[in-house]
């Protein structure tokens, strides 16, 4: 099964193309990050992801879409400008048929380290040591979208 993990943001929208064999094993397949200037209005950015997010589905064609739900944010400028990008990063998938599965950061590190609360080292330690790679994947955004991508096989 190939699933697409999604970390949503405006400036920066994480994503992980991770296939899963037989047994449940990630095996990434690429993974990386959407990045918008700040110079750009909120639209122009939003459209840099909406395009992106496009030309990801085409060239890996995944067969589930995983993406982190917005719990809530201290700031509600932040809240706004990531709630539009995961409504673009949704209607990218619905465009393309693409079943989607939403998780909240808890049920993701519970999924990723057994442990809701588990700190962000923990949760990229744990897909370094799954998906068999010799370095943590970096930026941190396309570390969480691989944990997406697991978690998303694991409670589908």
């Known amino acids: 099964m190939r699933i ?5 943001g405006l400036a920066i929208t994480g994503w992980a193309v991770v296939d899963f064999d037989k047994d449940g094993n990630p095996i990434p397949i690429d993974y990386g990050a959407i990045t918008t200037p ?20 085409k060239k890996f064609k995944p ?6 739900t917005l719990l809530f944010y201290n700031n509600a400028k932040t809240a706004i400008s990531v709630g539009e990008a995961r409504g673009v990063v949704l ?8 079943p989607i599965k939403e ?4 049920q993701v590190k519970s999924a990723v380290t057994g442990y809701g609360k588990a700190d962000k080292r923990q949760v990229q330690e744990n897909v370094m ?17 691989i944990a997406i991508a697991i978690a998303t096989n694991r409670l589908v």
């Open 4 to 8: 697409l993990g999604i970390d949503p």
């Open 38 to 57: 700040k110079g750009l209005t909120v639209s122009q950015r939003l459209s840099e992801i909406y395009k992106d997010m496009n030309s990801l589905v």
């Open 63 to 68: 067969e589930y879409a995983g993406v982190e």
């Open 91 to 98: 209607l990218v998938f619905e465009n393309s048929n693409i």
């Open 103 to 106: 998780f909240s950061p808890l």
């Open 129 to 145: 040591r799954f998906c068999k790679l010799d370095s943590i994947p970096k930026p941190d955004d396309a570390a969480d979208a």
